[in-house]
């Protein structure tokens, strides 16, 4: 699935590849349009991850 929410808040992040939105990159900065993405994200596809610990989506 690819709603492509992720690549329109966070473009520097995220793009869409056909029906999947991928990550630009493996690993990025915690970026408040990455955390939002995140959060947005309709199949809570995407995991942000600081220090071994989960900070988005946040609750």
């Given at each position: 699935?690819?709603?492509g929410?992720?690549?329109g808040m966070a473009?520097?992040?995220f793009?869409?590849?056909?029906?999947?939105a991928r990550p630009l990159?493996?690993?990025v900065d915690p970026h408040e349009a990455?955390?939002?993405a995140a959060d947005s994200c309709p199949a809570m596809a995407i995991t942000v991850?600081?220090?071994g610990r989960e900070i988005?989506?946040?609750p």
């Amino acid at each position: 699935m690819g709603s492509g929410m992720c690549a329109g808040m966070a473009p520097d992040h995220f793009t869409l590849d056909g029906d999947r939105a991928r990550p630009l990159a493996a690993g990025v900065d915690p970026h408040e349009a990455v955390l939002d993405a995140a959060d947005s994200c309709p199949a809570m596809a995407i995991t942000v991850v600081d220090g071994g610990r989960e900070i988005a989506p946040r609750p």
